[in-house]
């Protein structure tokens, strides 16, 4: 399982674009990249995959250079609402036969007024 | 579309009770796990399930045991709780169609909190 290292908090005021960045030095060749996001007292919910270049959907963008080494998630216009956990996650494990899915810490976003 | 129900979403336990967890998802997903969250330590993975009658250890699986003897249905016990097994724990599910190194959309639950005395 490629580790994934990622900023355990950030703070950005409404309505600014807001880039959490993702490094996993070991990426392997087969490996996608997913975002995660979670709401206090909620489970985490299914944000965006990518395998690279760009991909984009109705709520952020995730951008992955020619290397694959790191990832950028991207959350346009930021509110209030957004304040969340977001986790990075890189493949899934070989040693679980690509069944085993985990977590890290995450990065906290705490958006300001 | 009920997605993946957890079952009970609040319990107090005292030192050495049993009690188990029930998580079901109406969304034939072969795949379902389970989690715990603690403050600071985001999401580690206890046990999962890759079809009916399978289980394996996940990052922390020792005081828990599982069993999924239906596709929809995957069971977390804890045989005699502790103090340090107070936690929120999430369940949750996904496909198994999948290539390798993707895993997918999970769908998890809204969460069971445990607090042992």
């Known amino acids: 399982l490629a580790k994934t290292t990622q900023p355990i908090s950030m703070d950005s005021y409404e309505g600014q674009e807001v880039n959490i960045t993702c490094s996993h030095n070991?990426?392997?060749?087969?490996?996608?990249i997913t975002w995660y996001q979670q709401f206090p007292s909620q489970g985490p919910r299914f944000i965006i995959q990518?395998?690279?270049t760009k991909v984009t959907n109705e709520v952020a963008s995730l951008f992955i250079p020619a290397d694959r080494k790191s990832s950028t998630l991207s959350l346009p216009r930021v509110s209030l609402s957004d304040t969340a956990v977001y986790y990075c996650?890189?493949?899934?494990?070989?040693?679980?036969?690509?069944?085993?899915?985990?977590f890290g810490i995450g990065t906290k976003l705490q958006v300001i007024p | 579309n009920a997605g993946v129900t957890q079952t009970p979403k609040f319990r107090v336990l005292k030192t050495g009770q049993s009690m188990t967890l029930l998580c079901a998802q109406d969304?034939?997903?072969?795949?379902m796990y389970w989690y715990r969250q603690d403050p600071g330590m985001g999401l580690r993975l206890i046990h999962y399930?890759?079809?009916?009658?399978?289980?394996a250890k996940g990052e922390v699986p020792d005081g828990y045991n599982v069993s999924r003897l239906k596709k929809q249905n995957f069971l977390l016990g804890l045989e005699s709780a502790a103090p340090s097994q107070t936690s929120v724990y999430f369940c949750?599910?996904?496909?198994?169609?999948?290539?390798?190194?993707?895993?997918?959309?999970?769908?998890f639950g809204e969460g069971s909190r445990l607090t042992v005395l």
């Open positions: 949750a599910s996904r496909t198994g169609l999948a290539p390798e190194g993707y895993t997918g959309e999970l769908f």
């Open positions: 070991n990426i392997a060749t087969n490996d996608y």
């Open positions: 990518g395998y690279k």
């Open positions: 996650l890189v493949g899934a494990s070989r040693s679980g036969g690509y069944q085993k899915v985990t």
């Open positions: 969304m034939n997903h072969e795949y």
């Open positions: 399930s890759v079809g009916e009658g399978t289980t």
